[in-house]
């Protein structure tokens, strides 16, 4: 396993969650998932609930969990479209916006004290070919999702 990329990519993985877990998840009560799809739900408000699991790669049936739990801390709301009823948009909500702001400061520090193993150029080239190996260059999460339009 020495040689095998996966491996080592999924022991980065865990450590970099379980890093994650203490200095963030401890103080805060959010995972990385979660913290992701805040950020989602900021930077795109009125984002639809499939977009949001289109764009974190979380099947849509599992979704509805994920916004109840961000909804019971109050950091979110949900409404319906005025389009379809049926479809229901996400935002945030002030306590929301303010705890987001609290979770990126802590994500930054932790993200620091992580990879200081690594100078900013090992860093910098690291996160590049992360993003090969992921993302091809025309492909974003956003665009996967159709995030912009009501879909």
């Known amino acids: 396993m ?27 009560g959010i995972t990385p998932g979660l913290y992701g799809m805040l950020q989602a739900i900021d930077n795109n408000p009125g984002l639809s609930q499939s977009a949001l699991a289109v764009a974190m790669d979380v099947d849509r049936s599992s979704i509805v969990k994920v916004v109840d739990r961000l909804e019971g801390k109050g950091l979110i709301v949900r409404d319906a479209s005025p389009t379809d009823r049926r479809r229901y948009r996400l935002h ?21 004290v992580f990879s200081a193993r690594l100078d900013d150029t090992e860093r910098a080239t690291l996160i590049a070919l992360l993003t090969r190996l992921y993302r091809p260059d025309s492909e974003t999460p956003t665009a996967r999702a159709g995030i912009g339009a009501e879909s």
């Open 2 to 28: 020495a040689d095998e990329l996966g491996f080592h990519l999924r022991c980065a993985q865990l450590a970099a969650f379980k890093h994650f877990a203490h200095a963030v998840g401890a103080e805060e």
């Open 92 to 112: 945030m909500t002030a306590t929301g916006a303010r705890a987001l702001r609290r979770i990126q400061d802590a994500v930054i520090r932790q993200d620091r």
